[in-house]
């Protein structure tokens, strides 16, 4: 949505300044090895140009990654945009003024009118649901209160309880493959070839499933808990025993093909050997004995475990503060009053729920008031109306102190460092390939004129190259393990919690009509006749406290994310306060018609002082009135003789 700008501050502050700044000093400091790389091109080209092309090589991936993390940490420490409209509505918001944003949200709000109004008069919340899957039952076995965290957070308990169980499982069948080739039960004369087969293609197993691990958590994963079934681990069951037996027949198929009965180079004595076999000889046993899949299976192992170790407590210090409370107010009553229906629901539209607006922000519409009003015969009727409303959110402070704040800032930190390790490691040793192209072994082998020149020559050309293998294997382990670190520990970062006043109001009975007539004495004129409307209601209010998260993103869509009931508080002061403000409304109702203006009030003086004036003059008696008569009479007839 739009960045809708507005006097009064909300209160939300960046929570990424930490986080960017460390991103930052990593962006910058690769970014310089980078250009120090590329400066060195023009060197490296003179001595030749296969040496220029991976010098440039090397330095462009050192500079773009570089400029891209400096980028990205300094849009986390930059100002955080937040406009009146954020955060994202629980559901569809009706409210007029806020048509634009409701419209730009749509597609993010997690609830409709109706889940909200279950919630609330079923006391229950729709968020959490049940885990499916046995990985996801398992862990919420383990965890009971897991089911009460964000969707992000179980998600990402779920992902790594799965990988981890994966790699557990993976090591144990490697481990079961390793027994069976060590102790000759694989019946293969190419078992000392197959063993280190099978090392790689296990630690490139596991590298890859806990880089799949470290993927940031995306948007669609905000919305919903993940099933987290067997399959995984019925996949890795199946490749961890297939993949040795398969190995095995494919190593001794082309290995038979390609010796046709002689033995391997490397089992035989170097006497026995040609010049080719002695090259062979000399860089297998160079390449076996300086890189230790076994190792560096362990160091995978290692650092999954203190990995998995950080994230386990950053979750339990979060499910620890849980709290799934799904209690409400609640007032049933019966009110008679001397009031048209329709301002009832005027009243508590434009002056109750209205003073109840948070920083002067308006209160998000779930559900429209709209009464319903039904004419009946003999000025009688009945009406119905109900809304659902959310106060505009407060930021509630989250609890991160003590260990699970070490943890988070030495998570982020640590994350950094061996993303930083891995450039490091690629500025340092990338000569290391211009070195072994450099020194001409491979040139130098067809003109080893004995099978121990050859064999030495090849040794020395293993070395070099299980060194890169090495070098190679680190800048790996340390990128996945940096971005496993740096991605999920950045949700601890991004979490945001609110808090709001959640409203429920329906309201439904019957008015009669009656005509009263005021101030209508015997001889005065001035008088006041009013249409009385007599309601019978049927108030149900329903009102609480909501605690709901959040989880913030980096750039124009900050706060634009999804936002999730959590809990439910029950608010008598909150139910009090209403309630006043309605009653009160009521009995300062005014029923009878008045005279309110001065002008008013001198009419209405002036017509008394008339009224009051004619009642005052005196009467003539029975025989002066006839007199008088007579007297007319006469002067009648007088008249007409004359």
């Known amino acids: 949505m739009a960045y809708e700008h507005g006097s009064l501050d909300l209160g939300i502050r960046n929570p990424f300044r930490f986080e960017g700044t460390v991103r930052a000093i990593r962006g910058t400091i690769t970014s310089v090895l980078g250009l120090l790389v590329l400066l060195s091109v023009t060197d490296a080209v003179q001595q030749h140009q296969i040496f220029g092309w991976i010098t440039a090589s090397v330095g462009f991936v050192l500079l773009s990654s570089g400029l891209w993390t400096l980028g990205s940490g300094l849009m986390q420490t930059l100002r955080f945009f937040v406009g009146r409209s954020v955060p994202t509505s629980l559901a569809f918001n009706n409210a007029k003024s806020e048509a634009d944003s409701a419209k730009a949200e749509q597609n993010d709000v997690s609830y409709d009118a109706g889940q909200l109004e279950q919630m609330l008069i079923g006391r229950k919340n729709l968020t959490f649901t049940e885990p499916k899957g046995l990985i996801a039952r398992l862990i919420h076995t383990l965890f009971p209160k897991l089911t009460f965290v964000p969707f992000p957070i179980r998600n990402m308990a779920q992902q790594l309880t799965e990988t981890l169980a994966q790699t557990v499982l993976a090591v144990a069948v490697y481990g079961l493959a390793s027994f069976v080739l060590a102790s000759g039960l694989a019946g293969t004369e190419y078992t000392p070839l197959l063993q280190p087969v099978i090392s790689t293609l296990f630690l490139l197993y596991l590298l890859q499933l806990w880089f799949k691990a470290g993927r940031p958590i995306a948007r669609q994963h905000t919305t919903g808990a993940q099933n987290r079934g067997a399959a995984g681990i019925a996949r890795t069951l199946v490749l961890a025993v297939t993949l040795p037996v398969g190995a095995s027949m494919a190593l001794n198929w082309w290995l038979t093909e390609m010796m046709r009965g002689r033995p391997l180079p490397f089992l035989q004595p170097l006497e026995q050997m040609n010049r080719s076999e002695a090259s062979v000889a000399g860089f297998y046993e160079a390449i076996n004995h300086n890189v230790s899949n076994a190792l560096w299976i362990g160091v995978v192992v290692a650092l999954a475990l203190i990995a998995t170790l950080v994230l386990t407590l950053l979750i339990s210090n979060r499910c620890r503060q849980a709290n799934p409370i799904t209690e409400v107010s609640e007032l049933r009553e019966n009110w008679q009053e001397s009031v048209h229906p329709r301002e009832i629901f005027i009243n508590l539209d434009s002056m109750v729920m209205a003073n109840r607006r948070y920083k002067e922000v308006p209160n998000r519409i779930y559900r429209s008031l709209q009464p319903m009003l039904k004419e009946q015969s003999n000025s009688k009727g009945a009406f119905y109306g109900e809304t659902i409303q959310e106060t505009q959110p407060r930021v509630k402070p989250t609890s991160f102190s003590g260990l699970p704040q070490l943890l988070r800032i030495s998570g982020t930190v640590v994350g950094q460092l061996f993303m930083l390790g891995a450039a490091l490691l690629l500025f340092s040793q990338y000569g290391k390939v211009i070195e072994l192209l450099s020194l001409g072994l491979l ?126 508080h029950s608010n008598d002061t909150d139910m009090a306060g209403i309630i006043n403000d309605l009653r009160g409304y009521l009995a300062s109702r005014q029923t009878i018609a008045n005279l309110n203006t001065e002008a008013d009030l001198q009419a209405a003086a002036q017509i008394h002082q008339m009224n009051d004036q004619s009642r005052n003059v005196p009467q003539p008696t029975g025989s002066e009135r006839t007199a008088a008569l007579a007297g007319d009479t006469q002067q009648k007839l007088d008249h007409q003789d004359g």
């Open 443 to 568: 040139d130098q082998l067809p003109r080893a004129n004995s099978r121990a020149a050859a064999f030495a020559i090849s040794t020395d050309v293993g070395e070099q190259v299980a060194s890169l293998i090495n070098v190679i294997l680190a800048i790996v382990v340390c990128g996945v393990f940096g971005r496993l670190l740096t991605n999920l520990v950045h949700v601890f970062w991004s979490e945001f919690q609110f808090e709001s006043q959640l409203i429920y109001f329906k309201c439904e009975g019957t008015y009669t009509e009656s005509t009263v007539s005021t101030g209508k004495g015997i001889y005065d004129s001035t008088q006041s006749e009013n249409v009385i409307v007599r309601s019978s209601m049927t108030p149900w209010v329903v009102t609480a406290t909501a605690v709901t998260s959040t989880f913030a993103g980096v750039g124009s869509n900050n706060l634009e994310q999804p936002r999730h009931l959590m809990e439910l």
